[in-house]
């Protein structure tokens, strides 16, 4: 029934800023435990970038960006957003959102196969 969409993506020089967003129709995120990013590259394993709680509003966030990347939630119920800044030719990859599966949320950040919904992902580049 839900369904998610990232915008948001695109090329843009090392050092530069994107701000990314996810968008849910047929439910808000109101509605579950969770909300996070992953981002998967070129012949690696997609990986977990940042997660918001709805419980309580608590972030994680993968030691990769922390202190560069910030999850936050919309004032719409409906969005979530990842504010990237002084981003490098390593954070090039396909960037998703998701929505945990049952009895899951942020503490599987680091568990893909944990998470049920996924965006079409938004492809984000970093030039050198």
């Known amino acids: 029934e839900v369904q998610l969409v990232e915008s948001g993506g695109g090329l843009v020089q090392a050092g530069g800023s994107l701000r990314l967003s996810c968008t849910a129709s047929?439910?808000?995120?109101?509605?579950?435990?969770?909300v996070a990013w992953f981002r998967q590259a070129p012949g690696k394993e997609r990986e977990g970038v940042s997660c918001?709680?709805?419980?309580?509003?608590?972030?994680y966030t993968d030691n990769s960006v922390q202190g560069r990347f910030t999850i936050a939630r919309g004032a719409a119920k409906n969005t979530v957003y990842l504010q990237m800044n002084n981003l490098n030719p390593e954070d090039t990859a396909i960037y998703y959102c998701?929505?945990?599966?049952?009895?899951?949320?942020?503490?599987?950040?680091?568990?893909?196969?944990?998470?049920?919904?996924w965006g079409q992902g938004t492809q984000v580049t970093v030039s050198t």
């Open positions: 918001i709680a709805n419980s309580d509003g608590i972030t």
């Open positions: 998701a929505l945990p599966g049952p009895g899951s949320g942020c503490l599987a950040l680091h568990l893909p196969q944990l998470w049920g919904v």
């Open positions: 047929g439910s808000t995120f109101e509605n579950y435990t969770a």
